[in-house]
């Protein structure tokens, strides 16, 4: 089966075609039991940074003038590394939320009009779940959907616009178990760049210059606050930390032009974030026995988070596993798309396949879990 995935929740134009082999669709939950494999045959991704990078952010309708632009090259480009046509395709998948609402109309009114226009069978996808499936799913070439012992698992899904922690209890089956109440965990990068006029986006630029402090192997004297750390409950809060950088470059206003002090604050803001990350992610894991956790999202990519949250799995000396995708399916992308529609259809043979292109909507609020 071919299935065409079409991206455009934030910043992102993507658009993939990826090939599904499997047993044919049959009921949940038996569906479980039968893995898949996924060929991803083209995955194109095309960036606005440059586009966003003056404002320090994602300016809603400047973005979805972008993808306005790229979505058809983008098409074009996706079918022709895949070998492909249009006619070929098997299921349209598009992400219908959440996300900017300007930019989902694009894509989700781009995908109604191609399954209308080619009479193909068309589905809408939850863009956090797609991050999940990212993870559980992608390893690059090929992937293949595991078996369920993963399951239950604990996903933390961290990026630009959303910082949760998810409790998969199977593929389809989810719970939203803690989430931020203000600042996103990559918002949060995003805005103490600006504050140190590093450029846009934050992510990357503070991850470099954190690295160039920990090589000079120096222990940060600059101590910054852990929000929400110690509270019972699994949410988060970055807004404080914020609010603590911006104190301490104001009192620190000669120091901004000195580097060593610039990557030593770095240093300290990636690893509060870190903290309180991994903190929370194994306090959930443990107390709903997961089997497995799961990181994912345009955070996912931090090398630091990464490698810190599976040692801390592996110095447990528990039997967790840890699921994280590739550094190209860390980031939206339309791979991920099509690998989650295909198996919201698989789960439920009547969903999707001849679903009606009039009945997709965007829905910018879109929740994990939620019908849409």
């Not at 299921?91 to 995908?111: D, E, H, K």
């Not at 616009?161 to 989810?174: A, E, W």
């Not at 870190?274 to 799961?294: F, G, N, R, W």
């Not at 990464?306 to 860390?330: A, G, W």
Request: aromatic share 6%; hydrophobic share 40%.
């Amino acid at each position: 089966m071919l299935i065409l995935g079409i991206e455009t929740s934030c910043d992102d134009t993507g658009i993939a075609v990826i090939k599904a082999e499997g047993k044919k669709p049959i009921p949940a939950p038996e569906q479980v039991r039968c893995r898949v494999n996924f060929d991803i045959l083209s995955n194109v991704v095309s960036s606005q940074i440059k586009t966003h990078a003056p404002f320090g952010g994602v300016v809603p309708n400047l973005a979805a003038r972008e993808h306005l632009k790229n979505i058809e090259p983008c098409l074009k480009t996706a079918l022709l590394e895949a070998g492909i046509k249009l006619k070929d395709i098997d299921l349209i998948t598009v992400t219908v939320g959440p996300g900017l609402i300007p930019s989902l109309l694009i894509g989700v009114n781009f995908a109604k009009a191609l399954a209308y226009r080619f009479n193909k069978p068309i589905i809408g996808v939850n863009h956090i779940e797609a991050h999940i499936i990212a993870a559980v799913a992608a390893t690059s070439p090929k992937s293949r959907i595991p078996n369920p012992k993963l399951f239950p698992a604990v996903a933390l899904v961290v990026s630009g616009g959303h910082t949760q922690l998810v409790l998969v209890k199977k593929i389809g089956d989810y719970k939203i178990i803690g989430e931020t109440r203000d600042d996103a965990a990559g918002e949060c990068f995003d805005k103490v760049a600006k504050l140190l006029n590093l450029g846009y986006p934050g992510g990357p630029i503070i991850s470099t210059k954190a690295e160039e402090f920990r090589i000079r192997n120096q222990e940060s004297r600059i101590k910054l606050p852990r929000p929400m750390i110690n509270h019972k409950n699994y949410d988060f809060s970055f807004s404080g930390l914020k609010t603590a950088v911006l104190y301490l470059t104001r009192e620190n206003k000669e120091k901004l032009n000195d580097e060593k002090f610039i990557q030593e604050l770095c240093r300290e803001t990636q690893q509060a974030i870190i903290d309180v990350l991994t903190e929370k992610t194994l306090k959930s894991a443990k107390e709903y026995k997961a089997k497995t956790i799961i990181l994912a999202g345009g955070v996912a990519a931090n090398k630091e988070l990464r490698n810190q949250l599976e040692l801390r799995i592996k110095n447990q000396e528990s039997r967790i596993k840890f699921l994280v995708p590739e550094m190209k399916l860390c980031t939206d992308n339309g791979a991920m798309i099509a690998m989650t529609g295909y198996l919201a259809v698989k789960r439920d043979p009547d969903f999707g396949r001849g679903k009606s292109w009039q009945k997709i909507k965007a829905n910018s609020n879109l929740r994990i879990g939620q019908k849409m």
